[in-house]
Antibody, heavy 115, light 110 residues
Framework: EVQLVESGGGLVKPGGSLRLSCAAS????????MNWVRQAPGKGLEWVSS????????YYADSVKGRFTISRDNAKNSLYLQMNSLRAEDTAVYYC????????WGQGTLVTVSS | NFMLTQPHSVSESPGKTVTISCTRS????????VQWYQQRPGSSPTTVIY?????PSGVPDRFSGSIDSSSNSASLTISGLKTEDEADYYC?????????FGGGTKLTVL
């Protein structure tokens, strides 16, 4: 059974940093691209970032470029999102999702940016 | 850059058929595959259609997807509506290597 389990969310002050993790199991993690997608409270889905299977290709939404860094460790079946210079508008549930078509999604982790 | 526009909400009765549209603002809808995701209240999204019209295993054949180049839009059709289909539905495609999501459509089955 495919499982994606996010962790690392929490309350952080504006300008602060947070590192999200996504632990994958039930599939060959190293063969799949991975994505972060977020959802602000009561709002729709917003793509954040994607990374190819070997980390050769990395893409970011304009809204997070220069502040967020996606990475992965295929030996640990894990995906990460380092978030710096956080803003109130980054408040959202952050989901990791697998594959080019977001085949599977985690349960999400809530990030709240507030003073 | 392009946008995907969906109706804010649709409603229909159990047993009926509903279609949710997703219109691409520029460029051809056929240029990149369209996916559809279902998000029930309080749950994570799940994929119901990928590559325009493909159903993942486990998704009932009541769900179907299509694209229409004349209207530059994609559609998700759900037939034989059940109350469990009540959810938010999002279309998604690619702009080069960036993902683009539609704003979402709230389906009410009443």
């Amino acid at each position: 059974e495919v499982q994606l389990v996010e962790s690392g969310g929490g309350l952080v002050k504006p300008g602060g940093s947070l590192r999200l993790s996504c632990a994958a199991s039930g599939f060959t993690f190293s063969s799949y691209s991975m994505n972060w997608v977020r959802q602000a409270p009561g709002k729709g889905l917003e793509w954040v970032s994607s990374i190819s299977s070997s980390s050769s290709y990395i893409y970011y939404a304009d809204s997070v470029k220069g502040r967020f860094t996606i990475s992965r460790d295929n030996a640990k079946n894990s995906l990460y999102l380092q978030m710096n210079s956080l803003r109130a508008e980054d408040t959202a549930v952050y989901y990791c999702a697998s594959g080019s078509y977001n085949d599977y999604w985690g349960q999400g982790t809530l990030v709240t940016v507030s003073s | 850059n392009f946008m995907l526009t969906q109706p804010h909400s649709v409603s229909e009765s159990p047993g009926k058929t509903v279609t949710i549209s997703c219109t691409r603002s520029s460029g051809s809808i056929a240029s990149n595959y369209v996916q559809w995701y279902q998000q029930r209240p309080g749950s994570s999204p799940t994929t119901v259609i990928y590559e325009d019209n493909q159903r993942p295993s486990g998704v009932p054949d009541r769900f179907s997807g299509s694209i229409d180049s004349s209207s530059n839009s994609a559609s998700l059709t759900i037939s034989g509506l059940k109350t469990e289909d009540e959810a938010d539905y999002y279309c998604q495609s690619y702009d080069s290597s960036n993902q683009v999501f539609g704003g979402g459509t709230k389906l009410t089955v009443l």
